[in-house]
């Protein structure tokens, strides 16, 4: 057997065991801080808005080679098209010949003297694509009823499957924490905010909740009939529920970000722009803080909810209070694995009956007398 399959056996055991349910303080600490330098990312620096919500035109040009020169050639270009609201306009590589232009709305005609401007200043082939500003307006609110509406059903779904209002509400709080520092990396980078930007951030939520409805389907397992046991406590049964999917979680984290990365790395350093890379950034970041909000929020947030009910609250005094017992009383339990305590083997009564003696062969008569 493996290491790792030895190390996870292990977990599963509880012959090894992480205290995420006690040290989930720390955790909230660590997470709030991330959060809050997210939330001044994008209240701060804001967000890079692609064409399709500020509204504009975007041209794509061809050249003979898409680098650092052709691209000041292609912004000299749009300056000298004596197009005013065509100022100070946006320019992006794409693969090895390929240039975007974007600006501010322009008429057809104002259009048109970018686009001969462009032709003139070395490309070869140019296209347009005029996109108004009611356009984003309209992705912009169905991606927010869209999440509004997948957070209900999301709720409504915990809730029906495990009867428990407590999990929805941290799942909730771990979804929640997940957009926020995608958004967050978003304003950071500077990337463009894209219809694919948005349907990354939709699919990352589905992510994050199968790996959270998956260690909540444990925690039910563990602590089913709780209120009647004397040996842990629900906070002792959530953790171990926490490490015996933990080689799980992240086996599925590191499968599912391997082709992601793959695919941000092509968009950023092969294609260079484009949806793909707008589409691979939201998954990725979405990801990874899925994965680690379903370890370390989501589980320790519904445990310390469902702590404070007086149930959980007496049935855990019960089980301190044997323990304290026991210790007092000096029959500390075995622990789980450990060899069992040498017995000590008495003489029975037979044994300590007097055995008749015989001489040495050497001293009995021949006769047998």
């Known amino acids: 057997m493996s290491r790792i399959s030895t190390f996870g056996h292990n977990l599963y055991e509880g012959r090894v065991s992480f205290d995420f349910i006690g040290r989930r303080k720390l955790f909230y600490a660590i997470s709030a801080a991330i959060v809050v330098v997210a939330a001044l990312a994008f209240m701060v620096r804001g967000f890079n808005y692609g064409v399709e919500f500020k509204g504009g035109v975007e041209f794509t040009a061809k050249v003979a080679v898409a680098d650092v020169q052709s691209s000041d050639a292609m912004i000299q270009a749009v300056e000298d098209a004596g197009v005013p609201d065509a100022g100070d306009p946006t320019v992006q590589t794409s693969g090895n010949d390929t240039i975007r232009i974007q600006t501010r709305a322009l008429t057809q005609d104002e259009a048109t003297q970018v686009t001969d401007s462009l032709k003139k200043a070395g490309a070869t082939e140019v296209s347009q694509n005029l996109i108004g500003p009611t356009y984003g307006k309209q992705v912009a609110t169905k991606a927010l009823t869209g999440l509004i509406v997948f957070l209900l059903i999301v709720v409504v779904f915990i809730w029906a499957y495990f009867r428990e209002w407590r999990m929805s509400v ?37 992510f994050s909740l199968y790996d959270t409805v998956v260690v909540f389907d444990k925690v039910r397992e563990n602590t089913k009939g709780i209120l009647t046991s004397t040996t842990r406590t629900y906070a002792e049964q959530a953790n171990l529920a926490l490490n015996q999917t933990l080689v799980r979680s992240i086996n599925t984290s590191i499968t599912a970000l391997l082709p992601v990365a793959a695919l941000l790395f092509a968009g950023v350093f092969i294609l260079g722009t484009g949806p793909l890379k707008d589409l691979a950034l939201a998954l990725f970041v979405g990801m990874l803080a899925g994965a680690y909000s379903s370890i370390f929020i989501a589980t320790p947030l519904a445990s310390q909810l469902k702590e404070r009910e007086p149930a959980i609250k007496a049935q855990a005094a019960r089980v301190m209070a044997r323990r304290a017992k026991e210790a007092r009383e000096g029959e500390t339990p075995v622990p789980a694995g450990a060899p069992a305590p040498a017995r000590t083997v008495r003489p029975s009564a037979a044994a300590k009956r007097a055995q008749p003696s015989r001489k040495p062969r050497s001293q009995r008569g021949k006769g047998g007398s």
């Open 170 to 206: 941290a799942g909730i709080v771990a979804l929640i924490h997940d957009l926020v520092i995608t958004a967050g990396v978003y304003a950071l980078s500077g990337f463009e905010v894209t219809p694919a930007t948005v349907t990354g951030l939709l699919t990352i939520l589905g």
